[in-house]
């Protein structure tokens, strides 16, 4: 079956504007993630939601970074008043449950740059 | 709270030869120890679960509670291992922390 998609795979926004990232995770995978990879910095933790419970937010690192899933599925990540320091590549993955023993599964990926 | 240390960021060998990438971590319980890797122009995938014990690709990786630590392991490097490895932890159904990584280059 298909993975977890992304869209778009690449965005170059200028200082100032609003981006949404798309994650489509795979069917029936009731806990998504959003992570950011940064050049030399590793993978950040983002947000997370698992099925209907509220979304843990901890890991946004300002107030200009939201996020939200509809019906349990798609998730939009949205970064207002882009920064360059935001430049990274933005990671979604989606597991069938939350729990140590479920894998997550990567999408490819949304390279933002801030121009 | 937790923490996750690749204290290399490049590691280069010969095809044949042994390789080893170190991870460490802090947490006082007990975390789900994972690596994952990301093959050039690939996403970021599985590797290997301490609960599984499993061995992938000729990989292997011990969890030492004493030393905290789930160093990654393979006897004979072959080319195709070149790629950026992470090593990660989970807490329950908390999300994965993963350590900055490391490049692996396996020279011919």
């Known amino acids: 079956g298909a993975g977890v998609s992304q869209s778009p795979s690449n965005k170059v926004t200028e200082k100032g504007k609003d981006v949404e990232l798309r994650c489509d995770p795979i069917?029936?995978?009731?806990?998504l993630y959003w992570y950011r990879q940064s050049l030399g910095q590793g993978l950040e933790f983002l947000i997370y939601?698992?099925?209907?419970?509220?979304?843990?937010k901890s890991g946004l690192p300002s107030d200009r970074f939201s996020a939200e899933r509809t019906g349990g599925s798609v998730s939009t990540l949205t970064i207002q008043r882009t920064q360059q320091e935001d430049s990274a590549v933005y990671l979604c993955?989606?597991?069938?449950?939350?729990?140590?023993?479920?894998?997550?599964?990567f999408g490819p990926g949304t390279r933002l740059t801030v121009t | 709270a937790q923490r996750v240390t690749q204290p290399e960021k490049l590691l280069s060998v010969f095809k044949g030869a042994p390789v080893e990438l170190k991870c460490n971590y802090s947490?006082?319980?007990?975390?789900?120890l994972f690596w994952y890797v990301q093959y050039s122009r690939q996403r970021l995938q599985l590797l290997l679960r301490?609960?599984s014990r499993e061995s992938i690709k000729g990989f292997t990786a011990d969890l030492n509670k004493g030393e905290t630590s789930f160093h990654l392991k393979k006897p004979f490097a072959q080319e195709e291992d070149s790629a950026m490895y992470y090593c990660?932890?989970?807490?329950?159904?908390?999300?994965?922390?993963f350590g900055s990584g490391t490049q692996l280059t396996v020279l011919p």
């Open positions: 993955a989606s597991s069938l449950n939350s729990g140590p023993y479920y894998e997550q599964y």
């Open positions: 069917s029936g995978h009731t806990a």
């Open positions: 939601f698992q099925g209907n419970s509220a979304p843990d």
């Open positions: 947490y006082s319980g007990s975390p789900e």
């Open positions: 301490h609960i």
């Open positions: 990660a932890l989970k807490i329950g159904a908390r999300q994965l922390t």
